[in-house]
C-alpha cells in the first residue's frame, strides 16, 4: 500500500528556469494539497485540488505558480521562472475527500534548490 | 483567520525524560480538528494524531500522550521516557470545519518545536 509519491526528491534549477514537481496521491485518494516549508519554518499551504478542478488556491503566489490534477496521472506543481526565494521543500499530501475534514497523508518532499 | 503557535522552539533532553512540547491555536470554527505531525531528519512528515473539536478526552499511544483542552485553546503533546529516535521536528496544526467552504481544509501549522534526546 503505496504512500503519496514525490517526484523528484531534489530539485537544482537556476534561476529563470522551470521547475516542475510531481505528486501522486495515495491509493484511493483524490484530494491532494500542496505546502511549502522554507528553511526553519512551519509549512504554509499553497493549494487545494481534486481531480481535474482547483479547490483553493488562497497560498499560491499570483505569478509564476500553478498547480494541476489531470483525470490521469499526478498532480504538477509548475513554477517558471525560478529565482532565489523559491528555495524550499515543496510537500504533498492527499486524503480520501469523505465528508469530514480528513486526515492529510504526506509525501517525503522534494527539495528545491535555486542557483 | 487561524492561527498555530508553539512557543518552544527547541528542547533538548536527556534519554528516558519526559517532554512536554506545547501547541496553543486560534480559530473561529465551532468545529476544527487538531494534528501533531513528526518531521525526522530524513525531512520526511509523519502522521501522528488527529483529534476533533468534540472529543476533549486525552489520548495515549505507547510513550506518546496528547492533552486536549478546549478551555485554555491547547493541545499538547508529552513524550514519556524519551529515546534518541524521538529527535526530530514535531509541527502541530490546524483545520476547520469542511463543508460549502471547502477552502478550510487547509492545515494551518505551528513553526514547530526542534526536539533533541541527547543519549
Known amino acids: 500500500n503505496a504512500g503519496v509519491m514525490q517526484n523528484p526528491r531534489h530539485l537544482v534549477r537556476r534561476r529563470g528556469q522551470e521547475a516542475r514537481l510531481r505528486c501522486s496521491p495515495m491509493?484511493?485518494?483524490?484530494?491532494v494539497y500542496w505546502y511549502r516549508q522554507l528553511p526553519e519554518e512551519g509549512l504554509k499551504f499553497m493549494v487545494y485540488?481534486?481531480?481535474?478542478?482547483?479547490?483553493?488556491e488562497s497560498g499560491m503566489p499570483k505569478e509564476r505558480f500553478s498547480a494541476e490534477f489531470p483525470k490521469e496521472g499526478p498532480s504538477i506543481l509548475r513554477i517558471q521562472q525560478v529565482v532565489r526565494g523559491d528555495s524550499a521543500a515543496y510537500f504533498c499530501?492527499?486524503?480520501?475527500?469523505?465528508?469530514?475534514?480528513?486526515?492529510?497523508?504526506f509525501g517525503p518532499g522534494t527539495r528545491l534548490t535555486v542557483l | 483567520a487561524q492561527k498555530v503557535t508553539q512557543a518552544q522552539t527547541e528542547i533538548s533532553v536527556v534519554e528516558k525524560e519526559d517532554v512536554t512540547l506545547d501547541c496553543v491555536y486560534e480559530?473561529?470554527?465551532?468545529?476544527?480538528?487538531l494534528f501533531w505531525y513528526k518531521q525526522p531528519p530524513s525531512g520526511e512528515l509523519v502522521f501522528l494524531i488527529r483529534?476533533?473539536?468534540?472529543?476533549?478526552q486525552n489520548e495515549i499511544s505507547g510513550r506518546y500522550s496528547w492533552n486536549f483542552q478546549k478551555s485554555t485553546s491547547s493541545f499538547n503533546f508529552t513524550i514519556t521516557a524519551s529515546q534518541v529516535v524521538d529527535s526530530a521536528v514535531y509541527f502541530c496544526?490546524?483545520?476547520?470545519?469542511?463543508?460549502?467552504?471547502?477552502?478550510?481544509?487547509?492545515?494551518?501549522f505551528g513553526s514547530g518545536t526542534r526536539l533533541q534526546v541527547q543519549p
Open positions: 491509493k484511493g485518494h483524490s484530494h
Open positions: 480559530t473561529r470554527d465551532t468545529t476544527y480538528y
Open positions: 499530501a492527499s486524503s480520501p475527500g469523505a465528508v469530514s475534514t480528513d486526515t492529510q497523508y
Open positions: 485540488l481534486q481531480k481535474e478542478n482547483i479547490i483553493d
Open positions: 496544526a490546524l483545520s476547520g470545519r469542511a463543508g460549502a467552504d471547502t477552502g478550510r481544509r487547509a492545515l494551518t
Open positions: 483529534r476533533n473539536s468534540f472529543d476533549e
